[in-house]
């Protein structure tokens, strides 16, 4: 018996042992999880003291100085470029190590190798999309270019500086739970970020949606529901702008595309999420009489946040602003003489070509009225606990055939069989861009610096010091026949292929405008009489027409009022179709209370999304409801994947083709009317309020229904911010939803002395156990900013400065 108890202890001690010691499923090793000497409590930070101290980083070439204020931010003096950027992957590093090895990793499709087979799809989609052969095309821009070699090199020396100095118990805690640890940093991996960037903000497309459409219902109905403009515009470069260029020839459609389109072309709006603003007021119309710069990217909302600030001081520059951790210089902010910042373009950068192959060995295709060789690109992806997964993955001229018959996508947007043309495989420099804009003294140094940009186009906004403002939608445009990639393409006609370059010069700009301000959010780059096409498709008007109205009322312009802006959650979309909606409700039919209290309340709404808006959350609901009523019977379950008109187009109906077709339910016997949709959706919408949130009162609160929290990156429980109580909606300009929304507000006042003020939603730490992984979430959620420590020299004497360390090598 006693025999038997030792072995029955050995054996429970050593499965003890092995769970303490080993991940088990999404569990960490509990062993060192828990350790008191390497485990999660060696995390635990407390707010920074007041100190100074030294610091020696091998690597460096001269000292630095590095200075920390009151929210962690660090400013770097540095007596060259090289330990500017060193020192820049290296505080990036300290802070966000992790985010930046998890972001990369998902670019370059190797999560699998974390968290096991699970991700797997994920990965192979991540490689057939061709991100690691971006960004080794992007890499070779990068080294072909001395400045950017020499910044790329010296922020990974940085990065790897910091990895070199960590043992396992310094660790970020993220390592420890998913029982891994970090791998020494490369340029590759800079690259890489960007390119995900591109992926996030440039890599979808309708293509595959629109030719079922086309396919289902011909050319006239995709012609009236998915126009080429739309019926509501307040484009980013003002109408009545002068081309002062003379453009190159357009190519010419070839005939299979016009046989297809056959009925005359003219043909909406993108699920709304991924977005922007920004703008800039002349001093013609401040307190001040100098410009005023806004920005604040719409994107999801995470902690870690996608930005760090940064402030870099060199020989050259200073500048200051947010970064993309994994990627080096500063990619929205200021220095003393010029502020900028980016709006997403959404130009038509990603077609898909149908490739003929010539068996089903896939090593030659049709094109141009030959068989010609393809390239194969072998995937090795590493599996957990599991053998290496081989995928092979065939490319065209035109790009990488993602997915194969018998192969089902990873997203619902891919066509199978078809090559992948995008930007994002282009060899590029986005680098030399930023280096140009944070140098930047004047508006010709900001035109020269966007020559080089390539992707994800952006709307670069400017202001500077002499009373210039400018926008520019910049980036690399296919020169192209109009419509061409709005539909799979036939991949056997050379001419379907790219056929050269917008230049660069004649991407469509303005400079010091009449009406004294330049705004974007995401709307229609220019009026129709643009001689080039760039998408036939942006992101809705109301944002952009909002801003503009508001802009255009405002005189004596502060940074308070501008940030008054930022936050105004007020509908234009809303302001379209209420009044109009409500009188189509059939009151008989309001036989509930709360049916009848949320009449009341809807007419009597001023339009805002306020957080305590009761009426918001049902127009909210109620839209939704009655817009899918109008187009999900046509446009779901036909056998094929489709998706629905526009907003702009659903506006169009509900305001003047009230007797339009699309309005009847064809799978029902009855002829229903849009009074009737609007009445049944109404009422669904008050019985799904009903249901979810109980009878009509608080819980109705837009604030609460919205429900924004920021969560953690890769979704661990306990890393999330707290529940918010705050306004907005996609549709206002302050575009907040449940985990979207301003991930960076900055508004910069340029003068004698700059003065600037920013925040996002989270800390500079990537650290859940540090008092600065989310103290700036309240003030973001609040509207209010931070203004921001902008210094001109590492002895300048500043209250919120409270840590100083010198670097030396």
């Not at 090795?380 to 990488?400: A, C, M, W």
């Not at 009151?587 to 049916?595: C, D, F």
Request: net charge neutral; charged share 20%.
């Amino acid at each position: 018996m006693k025999i038997f108890r030792a072995i029955a202890l050995l054996v429970v001690s050593g499965i003890l042992f092995y769970v303490m010691d080993n991940k088990t499923g999404p569990i960490p090793p509990l062993g060192r999880f828990l350790s008191p000497y390497c485990g999660f409590l060696q995390n635990a930070e407390v707010k920074s003291a007041e100190k100074e101290q030294a610091l020696s980083l091998p690597g460096l070439r001269e000292e630095v100085s590095l200075l920390y204020d009151e929210n962690r931010v660090p400013h770097i003096f540095a007596k060259n470029d090289y330990d500017a950027y060193f020192t820049q992957g290296y505080v990036t590093a300290k802070d966000r190590l992790w985010q930046m090895d998890f972001q990369t990793r998902f670019a370059s499709g190797r999560i699998s190798e974390v968290i096991g087979d699970k991700a797997i799809e994920l990965d192979k989609y991540k490689r057939r999309t061709g991100m690691v052969y971006g960004a080794e095309q992007s890499l070779k821009g990068m080294m072909e270019n001395p400045q950017s070699r020499l910044v790329v090199e010296a922020y990974t020396a940085g990065i790897n500086a910091y990895i070199a100095s960590l043992s396992p118990k310094d660790y970020p805690i993220e390592f420890k739970i998913l029982d891994y640890k970090p791998e020494q940093w490369t340029p590759l991996k800079c690259a890489l970020l960007l390119k995900q960037m591109t992926s996030t903000l440039a890599g979808g497309s309708d293509d595959f949606y629109l030719t079922n459409i086309l396919k289902e219902y011909g050319p006239s109905v995709v012609n009236d529901l998915f126009r080429d403009y739309p019926f509501r515009e307040d484009p980013i470069i003002p109408v009545g702008t002068k081309w002062t260029f003379n453009p190159l020839k357009v190519p010419e459609p070839p005939s299979s595309f016009i046989a297809m389109m056959a009925d005359s072309i003219h043909p909406q709006e993108k699920i709304e999420g991924i977005g922007s603003n920004n703008w800039a007021v002349s001093g013609s119309k401040t307190a001040s009489g100098m410009p005023i710069l806004s920005n604040d990217p719409h994107l999801d909302l995470t902690l870690p946040s996608i930005w760090y600030q940064i402030q870099i001081v060199t020989p050259t520059m200073n500048v200051y602003g947010v970064s993309l951790p994994g990627s080096p210089h500063v990619i929205i902010g200021f220095n003393k003489d010029v502020s900028w910042g980016v709006t997403n373009v959404d130009a038509d950068v990603l077609d898909w070509y149908q490739v003929k192959f010539k068996d089903n060995k896939k090593d030659e295709y049709w094109w141009n009225n030959q068989w010609n060789k393809t390239t194969k690109r072998i995937e090795t992806i590493g599996i957990r606990n599991g053998k290496s997964l081989i995928d092979t993955v065939v490319y065209t001229h035109q790009g990488p055939v993602v997915y194969y018959e018998q192969q089902k996508p990873f997203n619902d947007n891919i066509p199978v069989g078809a090559a992948m043309r995008w930007i994002a495989h282009d060899k590029s420099d986005e680098l030399s861009t930023f280096y140009g804009l944070n140098r930047a003294k004047n508006y010709d140094d900001y035109r020269n610096a966007l020559k080089t940009y390539g992707a994800p186009a952006q709307n670069f906004i400017f202001a500077d010091n002499q009373n210039d403002i400018a926008i520019t939608p910049n980036g690399k445009y296919p020169l192209k026949w109009k419509e061409q990639g709005k539909f799979v393409l036939d991949g056997t006609d050379p001419k379907n292929d790219w056929q050269g370059w917008i230049p660069a010069e004649q991407n469509p700009t303005v400079k010091n405008p009449e009406r004294g301000f330049v705004s974007s959010a995401n709307q229609s780059s220019t009026d129709p009489s643009y001689p080039y096409y760039l998408n036939w498709e942006f992101a809705p008007y109301e944002r952009g027409t909002r801003i503009n109205r508001r802009l255009a009322q405002m005189n004596h312009i502060t940074a308070d009022s501008i940030r008054g802006l930022q936050n105004d959650n007020y509908s234009v979309h809303a302001e379209n179709v209420k009044t109009t909606l409500i009188s189509l409700i059939d009151q008989n039919q309001l036989s509930k209370k709360e049916a009848v209290e949320a009449y009341r309340l809807l007419n009597s709404w001023d339009n805002y999304y306020n957080a305590n808006e009761i009426a918001a959350t049902i127009f909210d609901t109620w839209y939704n409801l009655l817009r899918n009523a109008i187009w999900a019977d046509d446009f779901t379950g036909k056998g094929s994947i489709m998706r629905s008109p526009s907003r702009d187009r659903t506006t169009q109906i509900i305001l003047n083709e009230q007797n339009s077709k699309w309005i009847d339910n064809v799978n029902t016997p009855q002829k229903e009317t849009l009074g009737d949709l609007v009445t049944s959706s109404y009422l669904a919408a008050i019985d799904t309020l009903t249901q979810k949130y109980g009878p009509m009162g608080e819980k109705w609160q837009w604030g609460y229904v919205k429900d924004t929290f920021v969560p953690h990156l890769a979704k661990i429980p306990g890393f999330n911010s707290k529940h918010l109580f705050n306004g907005g909606s996609k549709g206002s300009v302050n575009a907040l939803s449940q985990h979207n929304g301003p991930s960076w507000r900055m508004i910069v006042e340029l003068g004698k002395n700059v003065k600037a003020y920013g925040v996002y939603p989270g800390g500079q730490s990537g650290n859940p156990g540090s008092w600065y992984y989310d103290n700036m979430v309240d003030t973001w959620s609040e509207g209010k900013l931070n203004e921001l420590v902008y210094l001109l020299n590492p002895t300048t004497s500043d209250k919120r400065i409270i840590s100083i360390v010198k670097l030396n090598k």
